[in-house]
């Protein structure tokens, strides 16, 4: 196995929370977040992987924290392991 096959198998591993993904399009049809045509539409300051795991740990609890997606979450939105996921988060403005 070459490095670069072994960096990604380190990232492999179970879920089953994993149906928190199905939600992605539902997010871009609502428009909070866009697609690969809009990738400036953005809700300001919470990726799309803050808000599954925002979703998954007030949904699931201590089910979905004790998950190995639950970290993996946090780290592909840039956080920190005490960082609050809704810290740089702005509300849109109401229509």
């Known amino acids: 196995m070459d ?3 072994t960096a990604r198998a380190t990232h492999r591993f179970t879920s089953d ?3 928190l993904f199905f939600l992605v399009p539902a997010f871009t049809a ?8 809009q990738p400036q539409v953005t809700l300001p300051g919470l990726s799309p992987f ?10 699931r609890g201590r089910a979905f924290l004790a998950d190995p997606l639950a970290p993996w979450l946090r780290h592909a939105a840039g956080l920190g392991k005490r960082e609050a996921v809704t810290r ?4 849109p403005d109401p229509v």
């Open 17 to 19: 929370h994993a149906g």
């Open 30 to 37: 609502l428009g909070l977040y866009g697609d690969f045509t």
């Open 50 to 59: 803050g808000l599954l795991w925002w979703l998954g740990r007030h949904w």
């Open 88 to 91: 740089w988060f702005q509300p």
């Open 3 to 5: 490095a670069a096959s």
